[in-house]
C-alpha cells in the first residue's frame, strides 16, 4: 500500500511516500481501507521528535491518525461491524501504524460508524480536534448552561469544535484568535472576540468559570487572575511546570489547573458522529491535498501558516 512514511525524526522533509506491507486485523480489530485522512499538530511533533520523552512510534512510522473509509476485513470476536460500512477513527501512532495510508487496522474501540449525513472529508476532521474539545468541555470542566467560558486557539481546530459545542450547551463564550479570523469566530458562536495581536485577554475585566487554553498560549499564572474562584484552566500542551500548577491550584484555592491529554475512545466518537450529524460541530477545514502533498502541509502547519483542518485524500 502506498503511506506517507519516515524513518528518523526531523522536519518535513523526512517524510517520503512508499510502498509499505497492508496491515492485517487481529483479534478485535477491523482492516480500514482508508479514503480520507486529517492533520493535527501531533503528527508533526511527533515526526519531529518533540514528543520523544511521551513515545517513538515504531520505525517506518506512517504520520497522521485521523482517518475515514470503509471496512475492509475483520479479525477474531469482532462485533458490531461489517465489511463494507464506513467508519471513521484514530490510530495509535507508537506501534507504526497512521493514517496516511491506504490501510489501517486498529481496535474496534478505536473506530466509529460514519453517519451517512456526514461527507468522510468532516468525519475525518473530528476525532482528535474536536474530540478534545469534547472532552475537555464535558469531562474535565463539566461546563453548564449560562456558565462564562474563555476560549483560546478559537480560530483553530480544537478551539472552534471548542466554541460551538460550548454554544450548544448554552455557555456565554469569549473567543480569543488572530485578526484575520475575528468575524469567523464570532459567526460560530463566540459572544466576544479578543484579537490576540491587536489585545491582550489576560488584561481583560471578566472572570471565567472556564479557561480552555487551546491555543497553549499561555500558562496557569497567567490565567488565574481571570478565573472565578472556583474556575478551571485547561492547556493542551502538557508540560513539567503545568503538573506543578495544578499541585499549586489544589493545595492553595478551590480553582483547578489541568493539563490535558486526550484519551480517544468508541463513546466517545460516536458522541462526536451525533454531534456532527445534528449540525453542532462543522469542522473548520483549511484545505484538502493528495497524499504527495501531506510533507509541504506539515510544513506549512508547523510553520504556523496553517491553522484548522487539513485533509488528505488518500484514494487518489
Ligand atoms: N493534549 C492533547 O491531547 C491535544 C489534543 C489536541 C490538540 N492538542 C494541541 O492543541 C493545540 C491546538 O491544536 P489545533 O489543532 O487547534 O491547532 P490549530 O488548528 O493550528 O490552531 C491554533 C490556534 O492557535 C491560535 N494562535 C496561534 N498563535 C497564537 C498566539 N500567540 N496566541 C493565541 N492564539 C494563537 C491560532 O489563531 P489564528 O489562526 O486566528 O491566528 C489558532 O486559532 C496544538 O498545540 C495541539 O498539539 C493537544
Redesign the pocket.
Known sequence: MRAVAYDSFGDASVLTVRELPVPRPGRGEVQVRVTMASL???DF?LRSGILRMVGRPRRPAITGKDFAGVITALGADVQGYAVGQRVFGSVDPMGGQGSCAQFVALATDLIAATPDALSDEVAASLP??A??AL?CLTDVAGLGKDQTILI??????????AVQIARSIGAHITG???????D??GSIGAERVID??TDN?PKIDQQFDVILD?????SFFIARPRLLPTGIYI????RPELFWSAMVARLSSRQRCV?????TNGALLRQLAQLAADGVIVP?I?ETVGLAQVAAAQQR?QG?K????VCVRVDD
Not at 483560546?152 to 469544535?161: D, E, I, R, Y
Not at 487551546?214 to 499561555?218: K, L
Open positions: 493535527n499538530p501531533v511533533k482528535v480536534a474530540g478534545s472532552q483560546t486557539g478559537a480560530s483553530g481546530a480544537v478551539g472552534s469544535a480569543v484568535c488572530g485578526t484575520a479570523n475575528t469567523y469566530v490576540y495581536q485577554w487551546a491555543a497553549a498560549a499561555a492547556n493542551t500542551m502538557p493539563p490535558f491529554l486526550l484519551k473548520h483549511r502547519m504556523g496553517t491553522h484548522g483542518k
